[in-house]
């Protein structure tokens, strides 16, 4: 391996590009990871961290991790585009002012850690309530990888099922659930007597223990923006060890470009140094990990001539459907001590108020009563009162102690025009900054004004506010989602069998079931050829083919005839005419004997159709032509045009593969009835097959 070639070329360094890197390391093969940024060490962001002003330390978590000029990344937000990296606009742009870093480790070095899974309802939001659109696959599905992600990263949670969410799990958690500070234990009696539950929140960094060479959490509460001693996970950390298995790491390459080969399959990245040389990488596998803005923006600076709205992108759905948990902001004060900010940031949560048939009609959400310390942000406007003294210590006291920060976090439904884009406004290496479109729709509005509020209010005031103040409109929470979309196929989830041996292409023949073979005096025509078989352009290849909507077909690389699909439909079709009769002999296409019959045959359709909200189903069209070959010229005595849609148990291509059998054997059935049929009503056959012709021409003809 070198640094400009890998068995798998991974761009980004998060915790996405680490996991699937390590799986790789461990199957033996040779992985090389780009980052666009820098690398950084954690006494370097504690520093920074430490000489911000009191008030920055509040306003950005990106504030210890300033951008390289060559790696930029959102920082203040000043709606100026032409300052901004990231350019927001819509009704809810300032919900969509997201931070990360482009730096080794990605936003891991400032997440707050959480392990939240999706529900099995959260991934079926159409068939159970009418909104949204359904995963491709189900929970069971999910769940198994779930777990590897929360072994690799050493997850902290309850083992109690009933504190659990959700309570379905294959595996427990490594380490138990963080235990509550004085706040949270108030939270869960304060839920309780509203008759909803307060859970503790499944951890990414160690309780009591040391795990892959972090030591155990010692409840700095300082999780965002680093954690200063590396108890909570970041990828940076999961950097060394990968390093040490011989992963090779390449900071300050700027991936700005996938290049594509003659079949359309990814061959290579490009990226940018920060002097703009650029360097091509080669591979066998690519993985783009680089968050939910910078991967569809590579993807769309990768437009070539095959591809002129962007790799992967004939969809148009790259870019679209921009998501994030929009979080509504409720500051409470409390009549007595709460004492947030012992522990881990955020340590609970209601979660059950994000589930129910409400969500035919509105949001959901996990109403959370937020547990970093409040000392910064009440000392900064305890100052401005100009108190001094035992005044001043008595009054920071009194106001951290009982100041607290209820978050809401909604969900959110894919919108096509929430979308980003490539803007006229460039970085100094001549990329396009992104721009995203961002309204949090009406769905979101009302679930937050109709149901998440008043509860938090119902909350708030059991935990005895006496004063709750909503913060108009949503902030981000930087959970950075949509962008792509994923096919209805197995083989999109070819990048979870990584930590495997390179995906190869599973190679399939289609094979219809064999009819009753013939008796010999139901075989009353003479010798036929079948004859080479022509497919339509858009199934012309060995892939396998799949409608995804009303317009757009995609190709599966991994899923593929085991040949040319003329030859083999060509093969099958006079094998089955062979037994079936009603000729005495077949001919395959490539035999060269004299036949007084040719059968011509034109694949019209060849696919899997699996569009959403419709049961699977395999197409196949064919038009049929059978010449007499005993005239002075080829004359046709029948010709049909006959197609199949056989409906299958499951979107897989195996199972399209067997529909694809049986959709041919009822294609050849039905013109062998057709032929059938013809020569009755063309009398007696005759055993001069050219005399018997010219009679199924004529009736042909009639």
Not at 38 to 66: H, M, Q, S, V, Y
Not at 235 to 242: G, N, P, V
Not at 378 to 392: C, D, E, P, S
Not at 480 to 497: L, N, P, Q, R, V
């Amino acid at each position: 391996m070198s640094r400009t070639g890998a068995d798998v070329v991974i761009a980004g360094t998060g915790i996405v590009g680490c996991l699937i890197a390590e799986q790789a390391l461990d199957a033996g093969l040779s992985v090389l990871m780009l980052e666009a940024g820098p690398r950084i060490d954690r006494g370097r962001i504690t520093e920074n961290f430490r000489n911000l002003p009191p008030a920055a330390k509040f306003l950005n978590t990106a504030g210890p991790f300033p951008p390289k000029p060559w790696a930029l990344h959102p920082m203040q937000y000043t709606g100026d585009p032409d300052k901004d990296y990231l350019i927001t606009s819509g009704p809810d742009a300032k919900a969509y002012r997201q931070t990360y870093v482009r730096y080794a480790g990605g936003a891991t070095w400032h997440w707050a850690g959480t392990l939240w899974r999706l529900t099995p309802e959260d991934m079926m939001l159409n068939s159970k309530f009418g909104v949204g659109r359904d995963w491709p696959f189900d929970y069971s599905v999910l769940e198994p990888y779930y777990v590897r992600a929360e072994y690799a990263i050493g997850a902290a949670g309850p083992s109690d099922p009933a504190l659990q969410w959700p309570p379905i799990r294959s595996k427990p958690y490594m380490m138990e659930a963080f235990p509550f500070g004085s706040g949270q234990r108030q939270c869960v009696s304060a839920a309780d007597s509203i008759g909803l539950r307060y859970i503790p929140c499944a951890q990414a960094r160690n309780n009591n223990r040391a795990y892959q060479g972090r030591p155990p959490c010692s409840g700095n509460n300082n999780c965002d923006p680093v954690c200063p001693i590396g108890a909570k996970y970041d990828a940076y950390s999961a950097l060394l060890r990968l390093e040490a298995k011989g992963c090779d790491v390449e900071t300050n390459a700027v991936v700005y470009r996938v290049e594509t080969d003659d079949r359309n399959r990814v061959s290579a990245l490009h990226y940018f140094g920060p002097d703009k040389t650029s360097t091509r990488v080669t591979g066998k596998v690519f993985v783009l990990a680089c968050n939910g803005i910078e991967t569809p923006k590579i993807l769309l600076l990768s437009k070539n001539e095959r591809n002129p709205n962007g790799i992967a992108n004939s969809s148009d759905q790259v870019g679209r459907n921009m998501m994030d948990t929009p979080k509504m902001i409720v500051l409470v004060k409390f009549k007595e001590p709460v004492w947030t900010g012992l522990g881990p940031v955020q340590t609970g949560a209601i979660m059950s108020t994000s589930q129910g048939n409400f969500r035919s009609q509105y949001a959901g959400g996990e109403i959370s009563l937020i547990n970093f310390s409040p000392a910064g942000l009440t000392g900064l406007a305890v100052l401005k009162q100009k108190l001094v003294g035992k005044a001043l210590d008595e009054t920071l006291r009194r106001e951290t102690a009982c100041s607290g920060l209820i978050a809401v976090e909604h969900e959110v439904l894919p919108y096509a025009q929430n979308r980003l884009t490539l803007s006229d406004r460039k970085d100094v290496l001549g990329l396009n900054k992104p721009a995203v479109y961002y309204d949090v729709g009406d769905y979101t509005r009302n679930g937050a004004d109709q149901h998440t509020f008043p509860i938090t209010q119902q909350f708030a005031a059991a935990l005895g506010a006496h004063k709750v103040t909503r913060a108009p409109g949503f902030v981000q929470s930087e959970h950075i989602m949509g962008g792509t979309i994923m096919a209805c196929i197995s083989f999109a989830c070819a990048a979870c069998s990584i930590g495997k041996p390179i995906p190869q292409a599973k190679t399939y023949v289609v094979a219809p079931p064999l009819p009753a073979a013939a008796p010999p005096a139901g075989r009353t025509l003479e010798s036929l050829r079948v004859g080479s078989v022509r497919v339509a352009a858009a199934y012309a290849g060995n892939s396998l083919v799949y409608r995804m909507d009303d317009v757009r077909l995609v190709s599966d690389p991994y899923n593929q005839f085991i040949a040319d699909p003329g030859a083999m439909f060509g093969d099958q079709i006079a094998s089955w005419l062979d037994r079936a009769g009603p000729f005495k002999t077949v001919g395959q296409p490539e035999s060269t004997g004299p036949a007084y019959c040719v059968l011509e045959t034109t694949v019209t359709e060849l696919y899997g159709d699996f569009r959403p909200g419709q049961v699977p189903a395999a197409v196949l069209g064919m038009r049929l032509a059978l010449t007499d070959q005993t005239g002075a010229r080829p004359k046709v005595v029948l010709e049909r045009a006959i197609a199949r849609r056989v409906d299958l148990p499951h979107a897989t291509p195996e199972a399209l593969v067997r529909g694809y059998g049986d959709a041919l054997a009822g294609i050849l059935e039905e013109f062998k009835t057709e032929l059938q049929v013809v020569v009755s009503q063309a009398g007696t056959p005759h055993s001069d097959t050219a005399t018997h012709c010219t009679k199924v021409v004529s009736a042909a003809e009639y």
